[in-house]
């Protein structure tokens, strides 16, 4: 198993931030999501909040590929979907690349 941390900021406003959780809880999930989800070979996958810092851990499987799970979605209209009505909610981080949501994370330390 693989793990992976990741990084995005949301619109530092109260409002669209609670909007955002809204539809994180598990009762207003898009159907097709999940499946998209754990298809990709993504085995466990959370998300916390700190002010509008969002930290994203994901546990895969041993072949799981960040590059797989791009051309993957891209096919699939509701995760498309998905992701453009998430993009209100969210800004990338100031040193991401052109496109980029989500920024992987290098670990720095480990007990």
Known sequence: MNRYC????????PRLIAEYEHW????????GI???I????ILNME???T?????MIMETT???SFEKKSSMDAANPKVQEWEEFTWKF????PWAKAGEKWILMEKIFQL
């Open 34 to 36: 999940k499946k998209s």
């Open 51 to 55: 002010g509008n810092r969002l930290f």
């Open 90 to 93: 969210q800004q990338p981080l």
């Open 47 to 49: 998300i916390y909040r």
């Open 62 to 64: 041993e072949d799981f």
């Open 24 to 31: 994180h809880k598990a009762e207003n999930a898009r159907p």
């Open 6 to 13: 990741l990084a995005l900021d949301l619109i530092d406003d």
């Open 38 to 41: 754990s298809d990709s070979g």
